[in-house]
């Protein structure tokens, strides 16, 4: 089922292609909208008057607060070692930490962004298409780039 029953969806919440979506034990606040082939899994929260766009990824411990824009196909990340397997033996659920990652009121993540955990995107910030946030992103700064740095500051407010 591609949205589970327990998912918290709150009113006018907008989802493009029902069967193309995969959302469980989230919430999603009101008047946010969903794109098709998007997956935000348990533990997850979004905002009000959101929008996530096509393909993109929001994992267990991601916060976005209200009025984000998250772009096409941007990916969110929660662990810091990754692994599959150790000493033999397949890693399972008990074996890694979440580690949370927040999303600022008002702030824009460009398409095909990767956002790694343990980060804070500030109110009002832009991160540009493709970039790779590795570490905080002031409020209303605009940062782009593998790793993602600072271009500009503006008000948040902007």
């Not at 919440?13 to 995969?22: A, K, S």
């Not at 993109?56 to 772009?71: L, N, Q, R």
């Not at 962004?113 to 209303?140: F, N």
Request: aromatic share 4%.
């Amino acid at each position: 089922m591609p949205i589970a029953p327990d998912v918290s969806l709150g009113r006018d919440v907008t989802i493009h292609h029902r069967d193309l979506v995969n959302l469980y034990g989230c919430a999603i606040g009101d008047g946010t909208s969903i794109g098709a082939f998007v997956e935000i899994q348990k533990g997850a929260a979004i905002g009000r008057l959101c929008k996530i766009s096509s393909h993109s990824f929001v994992c267990e411990g991601v916060t976005i607060e209200d009025e984000v824009f998250v772009g096409h196909g941007v990916m969110f990340i929660n662990d810091r070692h990754p692994r599959a397997a150790r000493g033999g033996k397949r890693l399972g659920a008990a074996d890694w930490t979440v580690v949370p990652t927040r999303v600022c009121r008002g702030a824009s993540i460009g398409s095909g962004a990767a956002i790694l955990c343990g980060v804070t995107i500030g109110a009002g910030a832009t991160v540009g298409a493709g970039a790779v946030v590795t570490r905080d992103v002031r409020a209303g700064a605009v940062v782009a780039g593998v790793p993602a740095r600072a271009l500009l500051r503006r008000r948040a407010a902007e």
